[in-house]
C-alpha cells in the first residue's frame, strides 16, 4: 500500500526544482515517483482522496 510522506515528498520537489534546474512540474513527477507513485497527479490525487474519505485506500 502506498502512504505518501508529504514532508519527503515536498522537500525532494523543492531540490529537484532549484538545485536540480527542473520545472515544479517535473520535480513533483521525480518527487512522487520515488515514493512509488506514477507521477504527481497520481501522488496528488491519492491524497485528494484520502482527504475526502479520511482512510487509506
Known amino acids: 500500500m502506498l502512504i505518501p510522506d508529504i514532508d ?21 513527477d521525480l518527487a512522487a515517483q520515488q515514493q512509488g ?8 490525487g491519492w491524497l485528494a482522496d484520502y482527504v475526502v474519505t479520511r482512510k487509506l485506500p
Open 8 to 28: 519527503a515528498f515536498e522537500e525532494r520537489a523543492a531540490i529537484a526544482q532549484y538545485d536540480g534546474g527542473l520545472s515544479r512540474e517535473a520535480a513533483e
Open 37 to 44: 507513485f506514477r507521477g504527481r497527479e497520481h501522488y496528488w
